[in-house]
């Protein structure tokens, strides 16, 4: 395979050799699956909002398209596919849309996988929301890859992205105590001078024709084990902006 323009090869091989792991809640990929619903309901909330949707219903977002841009086994496009979305994953690891694919037959989810980078779709593909979570830093040209993924927002679309800040307090946390400590993920996951700032992924999406409209932080409370939003985006955060229409 071809390697797309953005995608690391190591980053590539990392993945496809935990590949089998993605659907496993208490495996390598604990930490998404423990992450997730903060998430999705904050997507939930800021989606109803911005395509005035009532996030009530089960599925708030029929009609809509999404692009999930690094979409690996598929822990969010399928509970976006359950809202009501049309889903599109892209990832750029075969056995990662494979294992994708295989879970979507089983569970009948709306989901359609391509193994891809965004500056290798057909331009004329375009979607009402594009994600790029925790995947900037792992790409071997974050302004290339983000503008590539920008490219694919309609006008008046939604674009939402999750990364981890680059500061001292990301490395003591996210790499040191969840690889070396916690052993959360494997050593070796993320690379620490590899993390954006929130200012640099601003500064990035705006070049893109993207307006950001906020950054909200994600933080780990211990003594509940669970993840919770904050206004700290000192370690993991996420990104909101729009297409102007």
Not at 41 to 56: K, L, V
Not at 182 to 203: A, Y
Request: proline share 7%.
């Amino acid at each position: 395979m071809t390697q797309p323009g953005t995608a690391s090869p190591e980053e590539i091989a990392r993945f496809t050799a935990m590949a089998d792991a993605w659907w496993d809640p208490t495996g390598k990929f604990k930490p998404l699956h423990k992450f997730n619903p903060v998430r999705i309901d904050f997507m939930r909330r800021h989606f109803a909002e911005a395509f005035g949707r009532d996030p009530s219903l089960d599925r708030p977002f029929e009609g809509l398209t999404l692009l999930d841009v690094g979409s690996g086994g598929g822990l969010l496009s399928e509970p976006m596919a359950a809202l009501g979305f049309t889903v599109t994953g892209i990832d750029a690891g075969e056995k990662n849309v494979k294992i994708a694919s295989l879970h979507a037959e089983k569970t009948g989810a709306n989901v359609t996988y391509r193994v891809a980078s965004p500056e290798q779709l057909d331009p004329a593909e375009m979607f009402d929301v594009v994600l790029c979570m925790e995947v900037v830093e792992h790409v071997t040209d974050v302004n290339l890859f983000l503008h590539a993924a920008a490219a694919h927002l309609k006008p008046g679309g939604v674009f939402v992205g999750a990364t981890m800040n680059r500061t001292p307090k990301a490395w003591l946390l996210a790499v040191v105590g969840a690889e070396y400590v916690l052993r959360w993920l494997p050593r070796g996951t993320h690379d620490w001078h590899k993390f954006v700032r929130p200012s640099e992924f601003s500064r990035i999406l705006c070049s893109a024709g993207i307006e950001v409209a906020r950054f909200v932080g994600v933080a780990y409370n211990p003594i509940s084990d669970e993840w919770r939003e904050t206004d700290s985006l000192d370690v993991n955060y996420l990104v909101v902006g729009g297409k102007p229409a």
